[in-house]
């Protein structure tokens, strides 16, 4: 057999440790630490048929779209439903980029989006940081489509309102992915400044984080309908199954349980960032659910290993440059996921006996 020259070459996406052992306190994966709404465990259960297991699912999720169009004050036919939100990028790369074409985004940032390029047979462009992480400098207006996670992985960061708007501007009208993973942890998204009715802009939201089902599987796209009717042909026929269709339906439609949780979050994420500062480390200011800490004077591969030998998970990452003003290379960090209040103050007692 003749494997495609750039698969063989290709290093491939490779995700957060996963764990099986029931004493680990796992903060890598960004994974909610609160379980999902009680109304999603009902809603699986009153699937769980066997006449519902044996039929094919909605194709397009219809009742998903109509109960999230009602949420999220948009049309349903601007939603795109997928198996997490990585299946919607693997989608739009497949519908815009051809093969010798240029995909770009920021760095340091989510490597998922290397790993599509080099599976499209694609070429890469980064786009480095600026020191604030508020923008960057260059703006590819000859890439196929461009990625934007906001706020972004590693650093929790969202990008300045102004820039984002010279930024579609200067695209246009290529498009930008506004990949909003961690936008429910921010203080404000793309829905809110409006984002959805521009025509080159697409989201794209998972339901691993803020909804706490990243074991189902389960994500979604927001564009104008005249974009979300192409992308349909490019989809898997049937790319999301009976349960993650019903519980993502009962996810969203309980509101009052995501505000709930999303606010415990956010206040943890908040008061760990100064009881981490005044451990003496570098945390960079987070919109998301998650802090990236740096200490450059430390050798952080050892600290994950001894947090790891302690039975606590952390995400250790190293990145070849990282935004500018930053000489250090390679450019490393520890992402740590916000847990619950008990596993993060186990960290920091961990972390202040080790460093």
């Avoid at 290529?174 to 959805?196: C, I, K, M, T």
């Avoid at 290993?305 to 190293?318: A, F, W």
Wanted: glycine share 6%; hydrophobic share 40%; proline share 7%.
């Amino acid at each position: 057999m003749t494997l495609r020259a750039n698969i063989r070459a290709m290093k491939g996406y490779t995700p957060g440790e996963q764990l099986n052992d029931p004493g680990i306190i796992k903060l890598n994966t960004n994974e909610n630490p609160y379980p999902p709404s009680p109304r999603v465990v009902e809603a699986i259960q009153r699937a769980l048929t066997a006449n519902n297991l044996r039929k094919y699912p909605q194709p397009l999720g219809d009742q998903f779209r109509q109960a999230a169009a009602a949420v999220l004050g948009v049309d349903p036919e601007a939603i795109l439903v997928g198996n997490g939100s990585d299946d919607l990028l693997t989608i739009l790369t497949r519908a815009f980029v051809p093969e010798g074409g240029l995909i770009a985004s920021p760095t340091p940032s989510y490597i998922l989006y290397q790993s599509l390029a080099e599976i499209q047979g694609a070429r890469f462009q980064t786009l480095r940081f600026e020191a604030d992480w508020s923008r960057f400098a260059e703006i590819p207006a000859a890439a196929d489509i461009t990625f934007l996670p906001n706020p972004n992985s590693p650093s929790g960061t969202v990008v300045a309102p102004e820039f984002l708007a010279q930024l579609v501007q200067k695209l246009e009208p290529r498009p930008l992915v506004l990949d909003e993973a961690y936008a429910d942890f921010a203080d404000s998204n793309g829905l809110h400044q409006g984002w959805s009715n521009t025509p080159n802009v697409i989201l794209t939201r998972s339901f691993s984080k803020s909804y706490a089902l990243a074991g189902i599987r389960f994500g979604f796209a927001i564009a104008r309908p005249v974009w979300i009717r192409e992308f349909i042909k490019v989809k898997d026929s049937y790319n999301c199954d009976v349960l993650s269709l019903a519980a993502a339906t009962a996810a969203i439609q309980d509101q009052a349980y995501f505000q709930e949780i999303r606010a415990k979050i956010i206040a943890t994420r908040e008061r760990c960032a100064v009881q981490l500062r005044a451990l003496g480390w570098d945390v960079t200011p987070s919109q998301a659910n998650f802090l990236w800490c740096r200490r450059p004077d430390r050798d952080l591969k050892t600290i994950y290993e001894e947090l790891k030998r302690r039975k606590i998970l952390v995400r250790y990452m190293s990145y070849p440059v990282g935004p500018t003003g930053h000489d250090d290379s390679p450019y490393t960090g520890l992402r740590i996921s916000v847990g619950t209040d008990e596993e993060m103050d186990r960290l920091l007692a961990e972390l202040k006996a080790i460093v």
